[in-house]
């Protein structure tokens, strides 16, 4: 902006012409400097959030939906990332995160799914101790991170700090070490949220986040595969989707953790799942709860203020019957990274109470 400024500045009184021309000339060079003003504070607010991790991302250029298969039904049984006796392990390379925000010891890959025809970029963190000769024989529980909508895979380690945050309290105890992990998933453009659900001709989020990327994981990493060991959180529009796997998929997540989220699809107007009458009731997590045929045993920790997050988990604890739990905490400020940032820490001792460290 100071250059289109300057150059503005030089030329202004070097316009030549009618008068016409001249007005119309400068008329150009204002609307110029206005643009990159707007165009430079964007970049500012992008670069502070994350919430798009490309051009691509903030174009809707990028395509991340390679297929849309009918996805296979799965064991009901099956535990997280469950290796299929007959499938190869897919075995990825990792490198470091090309952004200056996130820390150098956060790694990515890009995972091709195998069963959700879905490609995208998977963003991984160990603990300290994954690389303790200590731990070398210990499995490790897992925790997937998803992003509010529009958000990146990045968000949560270069806006929210989570590893900066959760580190400290990894080594010295009050955080179990939990691997962390966070998949793409802004999928259909910028101006469709996929709710994290499979629909049918459109895209399989929901088997990519449950299934592929787990599977991953599995194949990556020393992992427990008990769904004791696994969990799930999210904000804003990820919390909405970190809830809904959780109670969906019982047997690959044992908890949730939801920083301002919402049931129903709705409160995202760009959600997918809002505009068909039948997926927006069958991806209403409470919808979920109270249709179950058995309550899942999920621990959810839902943390809100108040018409933003507050009142969707005491919806979700009066309907909830054991084994599920449900810890609902009120919040104040804004619906903003810092404010989820400072809940880290409380919210990832609550989930090490469910997900306890093994030693």
Avoid at 129 to 149: C, N, R, S
Avoid at 164 to 189: D, H, N, Y
């Amino acid at each position: 902006m100071p250059v289109s400024i300057a150059v503005a500045m030089l030329f202004w009184g070097k316009v030549r012409g009618p008068k016409p021309l001249q007005f119309l000339t400068r008329l150009i060079m204002i609307l110029f400097t206005q643009i990159t003003a707007v165009l430079m504070v964007f970049v500012m607010v992008n670069n502070a959030n994350l919430i798009y991790g490309s051009w691509d991302d903030l174009l809707g250029t990028g395509n991340h939906i390679r297929a849309v298969p009918e996805v296979p039904k799965e064991d009901p049984n099956a535990a997280p990332g469950q290796a299929a006796s007959d499938r190869p392990k897919v075995i990825q390379q990792f490198k470091a995160v090309d952004d200056p925000k996130v820390p150098k010891d956060v790694k990515t890959t890009d995972l091709k799914g195998q069963l959700s025809g879905v490609d995208g970029e998977v963003v991984v963190w160990t603990p300290p101790q994954y690389d303790d000769p200590a731990y070398k024989d210990k499995k490790f529980p897992v925790v997937e991170l998803l992003p509010g909508w529009p958000g990146s895979s990045s968000t949560w380690y270069g806006s929210l700090h989570v590893t900066a945050k959760l580190k400290p309290l990894m080594e010295s105890g009050q955080v179990a070490p939990f691997i962390l992990v966070s998949p793409r998933t802004l999928l259909l453009g910028n101006t469709t949220d996929t709710g994290c659900a499979d629909v049918p001709g459109k895209v399989n989020a929901e088997t990519w986040l449950s299934r592929d990327v787990p599977q991953m994981v599995m194949d990556n990493f020393r992992v427990d595969d008990s769904a004791d060991r696994w969990a799930v959180a999210g904000y804003s529009a990820g919390a909405h989707c970190a809830e809904k796997l959780a109670v969906s998929h019982p047997n690959r997540y044992r908890a949730a953790i939801s920083l301002s989220g919402y049931n129903d699809p709705a409160a995202e107007p760009a959600s997918l799942t809002a505009k068909d009458p039948h997926l927006h009731e069958i991806s209403n997590p409470l919808n979920i709860l109270k249709n179950a045929a058995t309550p899942p045993k999920v621990a959810l920790f839902m943390a809100g203020a108040k018409t933003d997050g507050y009142e969707a988990g005491l919806a979700v604890k009066a309907a909830a019957k054991a084994p599920t739990t449900v810890t609902v905490q009120e919040i104040t400020g804004p619906h903003t990274t810092d404010v989820w940032a400072n809940l880290l820490p409380e919210a990832f001792k609550w989930l090490t109470g469910v997900i306890p460290v093994q030693h």
